[in-house]
């Protein structure tokens, strides 16, 4: 089993930003792809960014390009979101989550999913 926790969200006013952090307990990282994320009230859970196993490669939404980055620490087994210029539409739950598989935009290649950091960002 792979356990996944997120942390770091929070309130944040807009052009404002926010890192948040995901920890890993099972494997290391550094065997993993991991995405991120994030569902708002009343909408489905869409694709945020996501990073290969080699640390290195990333793939963002259009929504995010040029603000958010995605990176990891292996030593530290953390995976990172580092999120500015956040815009009210930001505001959702946000998720990380791994797969020693195939990676990409969709959900359903990942296997493991925390439980979520709340995102509130005010205008």
């Known amino acids: 089993q792979v356990q996944l926790v997120e942390s770091g969200g929070g309130l944040v006013q807009a052009g404002g930003s926010l890192r948040l952090s995901c920890a890993a307990s099972?494997?290391?990282?550094?065997?993993?792809?991991v995405g991120w994320f994030r569902q708002a009230p009343g909408k489905e859970r869409e694709f945020v960014a996501a990073?290969?196993?080699?640390?290195?490669?990333?793939v963002y939404a259009d929504s995010v390009k040029g603000r958010f980055t995605s990176s990891r620490d292996n030593a530290k087994n953390t995976q990172s979101l580092q999120m500015n210029g956040l815009k009210p539409e930001d505001s959702a739950v946000y998720y990380c989550?791994?797969?020693?598989?195939?990676?990409?935009?969709?959900?359903?290649?990942?296997?493991?999913w925390g439980q979520g950091t709340q995102v509130n960002v005010s205008s």
């Open positions: 990073i290969h196993w080699n640390g290195v490669t990333t």
């Open positions: 099972g494997r290391a990282f550094g065997n993993y792809a």
């Open positions: 989550a791994a797969t020693a598989t195939t990676w990409g935009r969709q959900a359903a290649r990942y296997d493991y």
